[in-house]
């Protein structure tokens, strides 16, 4: 199974909502990682974990939450969202640091609209 | 990623062998050159990666220039399925544990 799993594959909510996407592998990849991507734009990091803790926040605003709850399991917290927060959410994970000469798997993403 | 550069577009023909230019002028000895593409609607997808030396795999072939100045992505023989955004993307040392995407070349296959 070299999958990445993401769910849902929409999600349409309020800004007063709160939501969660959900991503899984079950590869034993040990890093996992949330990209945000807007239109014709290339996929911006916005979390890495390294062994389901948080090892990079790229400076993210508080209203996305990530957890890492297993090492199979990686999921990203939405409360009071803005309508440019709407965009494609990629999770990815790796056997071990991206940048490093290793295989990242991409999930097909979460396609959010704020409304 | 202001370091590495790659042509906005590129085009093809169908059939007929693609190479993809990347220039990353600063990369250090240990940096890894690897490559991304991602095609409409989906997720980017591995493509390969290297060092120093000329990579093969089922995909893609990836020219090294000696100096590691500089790298060429080939595919082969181009199909309409390869249309799609090339990234290039070296393993700079000081960002770490991560990957960042440039913009990429966008790349048409026509029939």
């Known amino acids: 199974d070299t999958e990445v799993t993401q769910t849902p594959k929409h999600l349409v909510m309020g800004m007063t909502n709160k939501k969660s996407l959900k991503c899984e592998q079950h590869?034993?990849?040990?890093?996992m990682y949330w990209y945000k991507q807007k239109a014709k734009k290339p996929p911006e990091l916005m979390f890495v974990y390294s062994y389901e803790k948080l090892s990079i926040n790229e400076s993210v605003p508080s209203r996305f939450s990530p957890e890492c709850p297993n090492s199979s399991l990686l999921n990203l917290h939405l409360h009071a969202l803005q309508p440019e927060d709407s965009a494609l959410y990629l999770c990815?994970?790796?056997?071990?640091?991206?940048?490093?000469?290793?295989?990242?798997?991409f999930g097909q993403g979460t396609r959010l609209t704020v409304v | 990623d202001a370091k590495t550069t790659q042509p906005n577009s590129m085009e093809s023909n169908e059939e007929e062998p693609v190479h993809l230019p990347c220039n990353h002028s600063t990369i250090s000895g240990t940096d890894y050159i690897h490559w991304y593409r991602q095609l409409p609607s989906q997720g980017p997808e591995y493509v390969i990666h290297?060092?120093?030396s000329n990579v093969n795999n089922r995909m893609a072939s990836l020219a090294i220039a000696e100096d590691r100045k500089s790298s060429t992505l080939i595919l082969h023989r181009a199909t309409l399925r390869d249309a799609a955004v090339y990234y290039c993307i070296p393993g700079y040392e000081e960002y770490g544990n991560k990957l960042v995407f440039g913009a990429g070349t966008i790349l048409r296959v026509k029939s």
């Open positions: 590869m034993g990849h040990r890093a």
């Open positions: 290297g060092l120093t």
């Open positions: 990815a994970s790796s056997l071990q640091g991206q940048g490093r000469g290793t295989e990242a798997f």
